[in-house]
């Protein structure tokens, strides 16, 4: 599955002005952790000089230069020297001691697109305005929001193994994927105003409902497994791009929910690998890695969503198709019944009038 960012580990052969924001008062918070100036390890330019790569014309197109500084694994502590290599337009400094104020030297470059600081020493994510900055990845830090972000070409976000607690992002016109996988999330907001959202990355959470995602009808990828999901509520048929679904190491447990699905009209790859229905535990375990699939557990998903293309990791066959296509007329001839019980229903209902808290 492709995700819609750069990424700066491929190797070296693959591929109005606004208004600068003062650092609020959040980073001065994050200063908890002050380093020891005994400790401190300053960038050199003759460091940046040996770390660069990806030869491209300059920004202004009069030239050729090296458009990207790959700095991580040397602790870190200062990197102001970066700011005398003016046509960057990559930049990772992952792997180093860096907090919030010792990064600030990056958005001094004028057209930097990607910055990657996975690993570091970041309590907040409140950076200065950069006029281009397009992506925005801080993974492994010490996260526990993300309210400060503000960049406004900004269309990738990536925060994940953090410790955030709350979908809470500030309105960008260009955000097209959100990764918060593997933070405390406990819940969506109820309404997510990200017009242009393409990806929602939210594996390992807390989630239990998906109530909130009615809003993002430009949603074409959902990736949500090893969240404690039971119930499919929150899919309406105005999401109409949303082709993947990635329900893996969830607790969804009967046919009833898999139903729930049908209003999607562009589903085409459905994961249920490791959950309650597919004889799974509902989390991420050894045994969910290993179970084998039963083939008539296939057909009966293929019947209920017969648009399907894939399942978990298989392609649906022609047989199979003919299968589930027989399957449908035999319940349109009996009349389709899910079983569920009382106390399942009375639950669902409850999460479904859910307040707003």
Known sequence: MLKSHFNLKKDETEEAESEEEPVTEAIVEEEKMVIDISEERILKKSEVSIRLSWLGKTAEGDGYTYLKATITWMKLTNIEAITC???????????????????????????????????????????????????????????TTVKHVFQPQLSTLEVGYNQINEIVVNKMPHLRCIDFRYNVIRELPLAMDFPKLDSLYL?????????????????????????????LNGFVPELVKLQYLNLRNCKVATLRQVKKLRMLPALEVLILKGTPYLGGPGKESAEAAVEEEDPEIRVEVLAAL?????????????????????????????????????????????????PNE
Request: charged share 30%; glycine share 2%.
């Open 85 to 143: 290599f003016k046509h960057l337009q990559f930049v990772d400094v992952s792997n180093n001691n860096l907090n919030i104020q010792r990064l600030q030297p990056v958005t001094e470059l004028p057209f930097l697109i990607l910055l990657q600081a996975d690993n570091n020493e970041l309590y907040t994510a409140a950076l200065k305005t950069c006029k281009y900055l397009q992506v925005l990845i801080l993974n492994y830090n010490q996260l």
């Open 203 to 231: 594996a390992g959470n807390k989630i239990k409902s998906l109530l909130g995602i009615e809003t993002l009808t430009n949603l074409r990828i959902l990736h949500v497994r090893n969240n404690p999901i039971k119930y």
């Open 306 to 354: 017969p648009k399907l293309k894939r399942f978990n990791k298989t392609e649906y066959s022609p047989e199979e198709r003919q299968e589930a296509k027989e399957l449908m007329n035999q319940w349109q001839e009996e009349g389709e019944k899910d079983e569920e019980d009382d106390e399942d229903v009375a639950e669902e209902l409850g999460e479904e009038m859910r």
